[in-house]
């Protein structure tokens, strides 16, 4: 295990450098295994704040990884290596919630409510809190909203990037981010 | 009362944090299974092949019966053709050895009927024949066929 002083001065190879290393059969192994390294803290944010239970975000993230490692041949370096895993962590998250929403329906429940049951386990603020405040109003936006939010909010993403992860237009990005913000502040503001 | 912005807000990271050490398990967690995937997909992929060529081997095994059969079926002779490889002495000396007589055989023969056919047509070759009635009727007793024509 690393100490935390290795850990940040941990060295990652650059992304070309990995993707080169991937290519190869006797470096792949090894090339991989950086590769996880370097990104699993941000994809497993990235999925960690969409998901919120750490148990779910930890099986997306190990999804995740395991779809890039299959993928690997059909990434076609049209994409940076980043967006590119971002772009599958983004769709398996969506696919998670949809099948949570889906076995909800049946169950005749909301997976909106089982998210913000699980949102008082999961943070460390108080629940009167205005951060909490605002995760609640997140969980009331469409998935792909929230999600595009958190990116531009939270993760203070380039548009350009966002529309590179979600094959969306700058334009439907801003203006979507736009409602979100609105939306938001008139929840917050009427409670 | 202040309306509230989202921008006044201080960006602020809630969420727990995960496990200690989750992120020094996790790059092994996922090669292991990674490498179990491979191993899977190896026997998987055979298990695969299997069940894909299993129906296209069905089929060439149906088509193979099915020809050996269309081809014993080309080589037994029809009965047409069987016939057409009898001589014509083979059916006489059939006939001969079934001892029928040429009643027995005219008794199958509508004669009236084939007469009636016979004026119908318009052979050239009888038409020009030129036979003579008492020709015809030294033919008929010949062939003592006198008493089922007239």
């Not at chain 1, 001065?9 to 470096?27: M, N, P, S």
């Not at chain 2, 199958?108 to 003579?132: C, F, R, T, Y």
Request: hydrophobic letters at 40%; a negative charge.
């Amino acid at each position: 295990m690393l100490s935390k002083e290795a850990k940040a001065t941990e060295r990652y190879l650059e992304d070309q450098e990995l993707i080169e290393k991937l290519a190869g059969d006797d470096t792949r192994n090894f090339a991989f295994n950086q590769l996880v390294r370097k990104y699993q803290e941000r994809i497993y944010w990235h999925v960690r704040k969409m998901v919120i239970d750490h148990d779910d975000a930890d099986d997306v993230v190990q999804e995740v990884f395991i779809k890039v490692w299959k993928n690997l041949h059909r990434f076609r370096q049209d994409s940076q290596l980043y967006t590119w895993i971002y772009r599958i962590a983004t769709n398996e998250c969506l696919n998670f919630l949809k099948k949570k929403r889906r076995v909800s329906l049946l169950s005749l429940s909301d997976y909106q409510d089982v998210l913000i049951s699980k949102l008082d386990l999961a943070v460390q603020v108080d629940g009167d809190m205005i951060e909490m405040k605002l995760q609640k109003a997140l969980l009331k936006l469409p998935d792909k909203q929230r999600m595009v939010f958190n990116m531009k909010y939270f993760d203070d993403m380039k548009y350009q990037d966002i529309a590179a992860i979600t094959e969306t237009s700058v334009g439907s990005l801003k203006a979507s981010y736009h409602h979100a913000v609105k939306k938001i502040e008139e929840i917050l503001n009427h409670d | 009362m202040k309306k509230f912005r989202l921008e006044d807000l201080e960006k602020r990271q809630v969420f727990n944090k995960p496990p200690a050490g989750y992120f020094d398990r996790l790059p092994g967690i996922i090669q292991a299974k990674t490498a179990h995937q491979a191993g899977k997909t190896g026997r998987w992929a055979s298990w695969v092949w299997a069940l894909r060529l299993a129906p296209v081997a069905a089929m060439l095994v149906i088509i193979a019966l099915y020809s050996g059969m269309f081809q014993q079926q080309l080589d037994d002779p029809g009965f047409e053709e069987i016939l057409s490889q009898v001589t014509s002495e083979e059916i006489i000396l059939y006939l001969e050895e079934l001892d029928i007589s040429n009643d027995e055989i005219l008794e199958e023969v509508d004669l009236k009927a084939l007469s009636l056919e016979l004026e119908q047509m318009h052979d050239p070759l009888m038409d020009n024949l030129e036979i003579q009635d008492e020709s015809l009727i030294q033919l008929y007793e010949d062939f003592d066929l006198q008493d089922g024509l007239l």
